[in-house]
């Protein structure tokens, strides 16, 4: 082990019981509590602390087929691995993490099929047809298919999810640019117009939509087109404002997926059987159960046969199951990034724009962040924690889409020299003699950060950063003094809360690479609250008319990950590798990508998991 290591990890165990002192007393303190398209990811980590065997892609299978005979029916058990409880928001136009949509997943909404490269086919529930010239989109329902209550699917129930999003009492994230882009939209968000005058029902199964542009995002459900369905004849009587906390989305939801909802257990578990009016058949399985499982307890339960899969399984806890005999392991590229942001203007809510606010805020100098940047040595925590299933992301877009990817951007490494010379230069100056830096007026800078709560190695990591910014005389400290639990951390963050200069958040991207949706000026998820005319003109060029152009698209996507680079509102931190494990019971499952890969396909080889 090298002497860099070495000191890494004696440096973390001394923050270990630093923490650990800090986790007792809030336990002490706590009288109870509440718990891709784009999702709010979780640090996703679990214990893994130390040095261990560095693995590779090459390690990795991607489907399991496991030989035996199927037994009839039987239940799959599935972990979800999560150190707060889900959220519960089962609907696809206002869930916002990554937790409910593993969920959804087997009960999906979603009426178009992907293929390899993320494009939207036509062997899903729904074609699709585009006419660039006339800029429109006709969806066509392929078959007489029913929800998993009985009732057809219609035209109305493509319509429903624009009526849901477009509305004025609409209070998710989706209502964004590309959704502005369907012609109508505003007018109806506005109050303006009863409905979206760009969507129009056909027939019972087909609906058009008019749009002030097609770009070549449209096939990856960009452009304002919504790629799942909602249940009309059940949503249509719920006022919008109502929504969230309806029966309809955190009780009963009906599905067209393979399976339907059967219990919910709000934050804990989700129990669900087999959807019979399933659009391709009959699942093999009766059903499938859901529960959370904190990241500590996610292996050892993999191991002792009380799960099938573990759903969201933390990377850093590899070398606990790696050697596992009642397992396959699984692994593949994941649609993820994490990143350092920095806190520049607000939102505001009642224009739907971002208000940039670079003279007034802390972390308005591009020299201060880019300090911050070179100061982190991701490289180490990689290293140590996460067995090479992470390295440092030298972009905003994850190398899993290699035509938008630019491997070339060298990004930022572990340069502490760099970081001191740039504040030096900068003007940021230790007048004091205390081995922190004042800011360039001579004033205390101390700069806060928000960063989620997980597991251990997710605690030390970030006591790490905190050391490394100390290293160069930044003197950063945890909002509230402690980690932040997932859900609140969002809540925060969005809310722009005025006690946060900084903060480490993530992306599960979903398979559609285009940023608009995270950077834009209408964007609730820009985070950073960071808006340039250069900036909106780089994302508008990117789903343009002009990208129907293959190259001109590539072109703009390496431009604004360049651009994001210099100006630095949020600093690209780890690509992840992620992990499933699978229980030598479950027999046809398929992790891949490029896969055509259902659920009823699912069989099960014993009553119980393979211990």
Known sequence: M????LALL???MAFMLFLAACNNEEEAGQEGGETGSETEAGSGEGEGEGEGETASEELFPTVVENEGDAIEGGTLQAALVNDSPFQGIFSYVLYEDAYDEEIMAFASNIIFDTDGDFLLTNDGIASLEVDGEAKTATITINGDYKWSDGEPLKAEDIIQPYLIIGHPDYAGVRYDADFQNIVGAVEYHDGKADTISGIKKIDDKTVEITFNKVSPAIYSGGDGLWSSAEPSHILKDIPVAELLESDAVRVNPVTLGAFKFDKIVPGESVSL????????????LDGVVIETVPTASAAKAMETGEYDIALSFPTASYENVKDLENITLLGR???????LGFKLGKYNYDTGLVETDIEGSKMGDVELRKAMGYALDIEQVS?????GLRERA?????????SFHDPSLEGYSYDPDMANKILDDAGYEDTDGDGLREDKNGEKLQIMLAAMDGDT??????????????DVG?????VTGRLIEFNSFYDKVQADDPEIDIFMGAWGTGTNPSPSGLYSETAVYNFSRYSSDELEGLLQAIDSEEALDAEFRADKFREWQQYMAEVSPVIPMQFRYELMPVNDRVKNWDFGYDTEFDYIDVELTADAPVK
Do not use: C, H, M
């Not at 590229?333 to 990143?339: A, D, G, H, N």
């Open 2 to 5: 090298n002497k860099k290591l």
């Open 10 to 12: 004696a440096l973390l």
């Open 273 to 284: 059987v087999r959807n019979e009016n399933y659009w391709k058949g009959q699942a093999k």
């Open 333 to 339: 590229q994941e649609l993820y990034y994490s990143y």
């Open 383 to 387: 290293e140590t924690f996460y067995f």
């Open 394 to 402: 030298n972009s905003l877009i994850p190398p899993v889409f290699a």
């Open 457 to 470: 190695a997710q605690q030390e990591s970030i006591a790490y950063y905190q050391q490394n910014w100390k």
């Open 474 to 478: 930044l003197d950063v400290q945890l």
